[in-house]
């Protein structure tokens, strides 16, 4: 199990579509996984969300099946189907058991082929996103998680979040979703991924009679691979919620693309950084020495253009100066000292003794491969991911932390009772009250 790798095998359809598939033994399952390769970053301006809606709605029911003889069809075979839209791909996946490959791969191919778009659904959907926007915005840390990429991006094509907001939602229409869908589904710029327990040839001609006729789409939307020209100034920004007695914290700057070659040795140091658990450098100051916080992390978001680098916590309101002011000094010790020989170790240990966890199952392995298509990463990635992270050397590491955290570009948003921390988050500097 630890040393498993699977072998990758590719094939291309005549129509441009792109095949990949793993052969996988342990339990006769299968899981397929169609990826069109842009995704909520494509949205149209001021309509946050119309990929990740285009995802749902493919699942609504197709040009032969209504939505609920789709799903009583799939769960009849004790399937899984599901779609969303993330940063730079819209994804659909169908799961199910391997003998059903004939089945699930027709069923596959007509959801994301000929789906039904039926108008009679558009409210539906609406309704149903119109409550979970505004359960989202009831809660403090998703609020501020929202307002903070509105924040950080603006206008940006990063700049909202993926599923959408209230604001943009009054402006979806479904002639919004069929555009996207005849845009951004072409067989071109799309790849199936599949991984079960089947030969690929069988995989391959399965999805020949399924996929080899689909034609439509394109041409698609260029791919978002620049950095922003105007991102917003540093500094901290104070968003007064009376209503709280904690203070959630966002501070941030912008990150590195997926392909940028320092991305082994900058997840090290960002888990040493704020992504370790109770060994960060982050949570060690913030909950155990200042008694702060219960909780605090710091991510990276590589995508295919440079994404956020984000640290959230929450503290009580009258500590969130204190909290501010101690999160940008760790920041700059471990950009200015760097990281210990004994700290990449245990971070490299995490990272290679955690990576055969994500190949234990299809939709793992599947998850994976995708990634792999999505930012050309190489079919020898999984077979050299261990050497790339134990080979990161401290000297590789303390240079990745010295080029990429910048403590003077931080944007800090603070979420909280002003009246409580608004008169000591001055005294950090200028601080704008937001609305």
């Keep these: 199990m630890a040393n498993y790798i699977p072998e990758i095998h590719q094939a291309t359809l005549p129509n441009g ?50 939505q609920l003889q789709l799903a009583a069809d799939i769960e009849a075979r004790g399937a899984a189907l599901s779609a969303r839209a993330g940063w730079d791909a819209t994804v659909v996946s169908l799961e199910g ?28 959907l609406k309704e149903r996103r119109r409550a979970e926007l505004a359960h989202l915005q009831d809660d403090p840390r998703e609020f501020a998680n929202r307002r903070f990429t509105r924040l950080f991006f603006g206008d940006a094509p990063y ?12 402006t979806i229409g479904l002639e919004d979703l069929l555009d996207f869908y005849r845009r951004e589904f072409t067989p071109r710029e799309s790849t199936l ?58 501070i941030g700057h912008l990150g590195l ?28 100051r913030i909950r155990s020495d200042l008694g702060c916080t219960y909780g605090i992390r710091s991510s990276f978001n590589f995508r295919r253009a440079a994404g956020p680098f984000v640290i959230s916590t929450f503290t009580p309101a009258a500590q969130s100066a204190l909290v501010v002011k101690e999160i940008k000094a760790v920041v700059r010790e471990v950009r200015e000292a760097g990281v210990t020989a004994q700290e990449l170790a245990e971070a490299q240990s995490y990272y290679v003794g955690h990576f ?12 994976r491969v995708v ?16 050497e790339r992270i134990s080979e990161v050397t401290l000297d590789a590491a303390r240079e990745a932390a010295m080029r990429h955290l ?17 008169k000591d988050l001055e005294a950090l500097g200028t601080l704008e009250i937001i609305s």
């Design 17 to 66: 579509l792109n095949l990949l598939g793993v052969e996988y033994d342990r339990v006769p399952w299968l899981s397929l996984t169609f990826i069109a390769k842009r995704g909520a970053e494509a949205d149209p301006p001021g309509k946050g969300g119309v990929a990740d809606w285009t995802a749902e709605f493919l699942t609504l029911g197709t040009q032969k099946r209504t």
């Design 193 to 250: 991924v599949m991984v079960g327990m089947a030969p690929f040839a069988r995989m391959a001609a399965e999805a020949e009679k399924a996929w080899a006729a689909w034609s439509g789409g394109g041409p698609v939307s260029p791919p978002y691979t620049q950095a922003p020209e105007r991102l917003r100034a540093p500094g901290t920004y104070l968003l007064d919620r009376p209503d709280l007695t904690q203070s959630e914290i966002r």
């Design 356 to 367: 055969p966890l994500g190949l234990e199952t299809p939709r793992g392995i599947g998850s």
């Design 159 to 170: 700049g909202h979040p993926a599923s959408g907001d209230l604001e943009s939602l009054e």
């Design 97 to 124: 058991l391997a003998e059903d490959l004939p089945e699930l791969m027709a069923t596959m191919a007509e959801v994301v082929q000929t789906p039904g778009f039926p108008e009679g659904e558009f409210p539906l």
């Design 371 to 386: 990634s792999m298509d999505l930012y050309n990463l190489g079919w020898d990635y999984l077979q050299r991911y261990r």
């Design 257 to 284: 693309p997926r392909s940028h070659p320092d991305y082994h040795p900058l997840r090290l140091v960002n888990y040493i950084l704020g992504e370790g658990g109770f060994s960060s450098r982050l949570m060690t």
């Design 406 to 422: 910048q403590p003077d570009s931080l944007v800090t948003l603070v979420v909280g009772p002003a009246a409580q921390c608004s």
